[in-house]
């Protein structure tokens, strides 16, 4: 491995005092650095979690009820979005990773989910939606 010349993040550790003799270091010359890297993943994303609202109204004129459309594949009060069902539909057919496997794959850094979940009925829906062919 290499250091890398672009890092993400640079952490500076100055001393504060001096080593010989104890006295105090904050306006003194700075006359080397010494780097070290180590390479890590970052920390696994959060959860966005959107709530869509439907507001009813009433007309005025007619006095009849309206409410606002739901974006289209927003049909159940609680659902996974398109970006967690991709990469779960990623996971079984092109990593061959099985379904048990993957449940526990996703809910150990997410915790969105549910022990419970289905894996081949919750799959089968997905290759049925996303018309995945595995």
């Known amino acids: 491995m290499e250091q890398s010349s672009n890092p993400d993040h640079i952490e500076t550790h100055s001393p504060e005092v001096c080593s010989c003799c104890g006295r105090s270091l904050q306006n003194g010359a700075i006359i080397g650095i010494e780097k070290r890297q180590f390479f890590d993943l970052p920390p696994p994303p959060?959860?966005?979690?959107?709530?869509?609202?439907?507001?009813?109204?009433?007309?005025?004129?007619?006095?009849?009820?309206?409410?606002?459309?739901?974006?289209?594949?927003?049909?159940?009060?609680?659902?996974?979005?398109?970006?967690?069902?991709?990469?779960?539909?990623?996971?079984?057919?092109?990593?061959?990773i099985p379904y048990d496997r993957t449940t526990e794959a996703c809910y150990d850094p997410f915790w969105y989910l549910h022990q419970s979940w289905n894996n081949y009925q919750y799959y089968s829906h997905i290759v049925r939606e996303t018309h995945i062919v595995s």
């Open 46 to 96: 959060s959860i966005e979690i959107i709530e869509h609202q439907s507001l009813t109204k009433d007309c005025t004129h007619c006095g009849g009820k309206s409410s606002g459309p739901f974006p289209q594949g927003v049909t159940q009060p609680i659902q996974y979005g398109s970006k967690i069902k991709a990469n779960l539909s990623y996971l079984v057919p092109y990593q061959f």
